[in-house]
């Protein structure tokens, strides 16, 4: 919208204020018009410095209307646009992916969907795998202190790392890395992999004193270790 001022006159009021909602921002640029916009939903009004406040109030009781009509069209383009509705791990959970256009970018879980709001459909994996790894430190860092704790086997450090041929690593000094693809595991498989690498700790191989340390503390890590085999390979990738 815009409004000749040529007819307007000058006024002393040059600070930026609200006017009933519609947040008013003054320029002390050669504007010859009044500009009214919607900006992440919330109404502006972009003009002179010397423009008055009463002049400004009744633009706005004019435009009421159109400012309802364009917020709620801004609302509108946050309902669901499914792109590519499926199924996707989680802590041995399948969640239902949800892609939406937004104004902007960020991720949410709600019971078993995952909404991944997105001001570019392309952003989708790169929203996705953020919020992945967010999770991945909350629970992964949690689970190896308590895993820790119960085993009794002492760490220096926990690392999280991206790797598309292992789950994790420990090093001569105690410091352990993890994938942290971990977090689209099963937990049990997950705390599997912990025990590994934990054990490596007091056995840096695959010996038999090794695998008889790890069975000591999981007893049914044979079947987390097929399903590894079975299941990871698509997951590591990802």
């Known amino acids: 919208m815009n409004i000749d001022l040529k007819k307007l006159f000058r006024v002393s009021s040059s600070e930026n204020s609200v006017i009933d909602n519609v947040k008013i921002l003054r320029s002390s640029k050669r504007l010859k018009t009044i500009s009214l916009q919607i900006k992440n939903g919330i109404p502006v009004i972009y003009c002179p410095t010397f423009i008055k406040d009463n002049y400004l109030r009744s633009i706005i009781k004019k435009k009421q209307a159109w400012i ?17 509705k499926g199924t996707f791990p989680f802590l041995g959970r399948k969640i239902i992916l949800l892609t939406l256009e937004s104004k902007e970018n960020k991720v949410l879980m709600k019971n078993n969907s995952l909404f991944i709001h997105c001001t570019d459909i392309k952003r989708v994996k790169k929203n996705l795998v953020e919020w992945l790894k967010l999770e991945a430190k909350k629970y992964l860092v949690s689970r190896v202190k308590f895993v820790s704790c119960r085993i009794k086997i002492g760490f220096k450090s926990l690392n999280l790392k991206s790797y598309r041929a292992m789950w994790g690593s420990c090093n001569s000094k105690s410091e352990i890395c993890l994938n942290w693809k971990l977090v689209m595991l099963p937990k049990k498989v997950i705390d599997y992999v912990i025990v590994h690498e934990l054990c490596h700790i007091i056995e840096p191989n695959h010996s038999k004193s090794f695998w008889s340390l790890v069975k000591k503390y999981d007893k049914d890590y044979i079947q987390s270790k097929t399903w590894l085999k079975k299941n990871g390979i698509e997951i590591i990738k990802f």
């Open 68 to 84: 309802k009509k364009k917020i709620n069209a801004e609302k509108e383009r946050e309902k669901i646009l499914v792109k590519n």
